[in-house]
């Protein structure tokens, strides 16, 4: 069983949508948090952050984790043609972890105009 | 401001040819990482370095070497490439005091090998 467990889709959606894309993990050590994006043939780019537990909000963009149940969730609003990309959510265990990060297998979304 | 910048973007090898992939940082950062995506795997670590003149091994580190001999320099090296190295290699760097797990990412490398 892998250590973090992300639904690759694809997810096809209509513009305005609102998504919602999860993971779970299994490692109790993990604290830090991560959603990275990736477009097309470019490299992953951080998009949210979080630290423990909790919702951390960015403009249409709301990031949830729930370390009791060990899950954590990305949610877009009004979804955009533009968000079509690759979202990988990752995790540490923390700074002595350095950049050393465990991801998902990516889930490949899909807005339509 | 370029940022990671990786060379080769694309190249094919034959099984048990040599090559390197060259990494280079322009942000002055401590730390710099190698992963490899493959479809369904997600990314993995392959080797990092938390400094120049240091590396140590990540989860999938076999079949290749790395060395860091400017701060702003990464190389992975595939001494005898396989099949299964075939992939999308990623640099990435970070620093020192900088959020952990905030990574910069180059835009990979695509290699095959046949």
């Known amino acids: 069983q892998k250590e973090v467990e992300q639904d690759p889709g694809p997810l096809s959606v209509p513009e305005g949508a609102i998504v919602s894309l999860n993971c779970t993990y299994s490692?109790?050590?993990?604290?830090?948090f991560m959603w990275y994006r990736q477009y097309s043939r470019k490299g992953p780019e951080l998009l949210m952050y979080t630290y423990s537990s909790g919702n951390k909000e960015d403009g249409r963009f709301t990031a949830q984790v729930d370390k009791s149940s060990k899950y954590i969730s990305l949610f877009i609003r009004d979804s955009q043609p533009s968000d079509s990309a690759t979202y990988l959510c990752a995790m540490s265990a923390g700074i002595r972890s350095y950049g050393k990060l465990t991801f998902g297998q990516g889930t490949i979304l899909t807005v339509h105009p | 401001n370029a940022g990671v910048t990786q060379t080769p973007k694309f190249r094919v090898l034959k099984t048990g040819q040599s090559m390197t992939l060259l990494c280079a940082q322009d942000m002055n950062h401590e730390y710099m990482y190698w992963y490899r995506q493959d479809p369904g795997m997600g990314l993995r670590l392959i080797h990092y370095s938390v400094g120049e003149g240091t590396t140590a091994k990540g989860e999938v580190p076999d079949g290749y070497n790395v060395s860091r001999l400017k701060k702003q320099n990464f190389l992975l090296g595939l001494e005898s490439a396989a099949p299964s190295q075939t992939s999308v290699y990623f640099c990435?760097?970070?620093?020192?005091?900088?959020?952990?797990?905030?990574?910069?990412f180059g835009e990979g490398s695509r290699l095959t090998v046949l």
């Open positions: 490692n109790s050590a993990f604290q830090y």
């Open positions: 990435a760097s970070s620093y020192r005091g900088g959020r952990a797990g905030e990574l910069f």
